[in-house]
């Protein structure tokens, strides 16, 4: 009997040492549910901006050429311009393209007020850019942090802004978000 006792004992001790612990665990889990719901704003305003720029800062110096051999500059930037950043063999970027070229077309002084700017230097550049070339003036950059992409503070993919003159107003993820910009 002193086995079966000891045994019994033992389970009994295991079973609340186990409930103890799962306990615990459900706290930390309930926790951590609070935290979330509380420390975490939800909506637009949760997502990162993708550009570093804020609304209302001028964006960085840069001097660089289209792909029509036209020089493209900070200071001759002027009204309300339309600014995308694609990479060729970005799932994101590849899934916006459609919807930026219908905001890019849509886009009030047309091709003149739109820049793509396509990263990289993968085989894929070339179709995007043939892609993007009748509704904007296409920029690429091939080196990481070239000059582009200093002077507007990409810090994802894809990352759309709108700027008046050389201000940025705000930067998007989603090309469905950027406003109509004939009424901006």
Excluded at 14 to 28: F, Q, T
Excluded at 80 to 101: I, N, R, W, Y
Excluded at 135 to 145: F, K, M, P, S, Y
């Amino acid at each position: 009997m002193s086995y079966a006792t000891a045994a019994v004992t033992t389970v009994g001790a295991l079973c609340l040492v186990n409930m103890v612990l799962l306990l615990a665990v459900i706290r930390r889990l309930g926790e951590h549910t609070r935290l979330l719901a509380n420390g975490r704003p939800r909506g637009p305003a949760a997502e990162p901006a993708p550009l570093d720029v804020a609304p209302g800062t001028r964006v960085g110096e840069f001097e660089v050429t289209d792909a029509d051999g036209g020089q493209v500059t900070r200071d001759g930037l002027s009204g309300t311009t339309l600014v995308g950043f694609l990479a060729p063999g970005c799932p994101l970027c590849e899934d916006s393209v459609p919807e930026f070229l219908a905001r890019a077309q849509a886009a009030p002084g047309g091709r003149d007020q739109v820049l793509a700017v396509v990263l990289g230097a993968s085989a894929g550049v070339g179709e995007l850019c043939e892609r993007l070339a009748p509704v904007a003036r296409v920029l690429t950059e091939r080196e990481e942090g070239g000059p582009l992409v200093r002077a507007f503070g990409v810090g994802a993919l894809p990352a759309y802004g709108v700027l008046r003159d050389d201000v940025m107003v705000a930067s998007y993820a989603l090309p469905e978000r950027i406003p109509d910009l004939a009424s901006a």
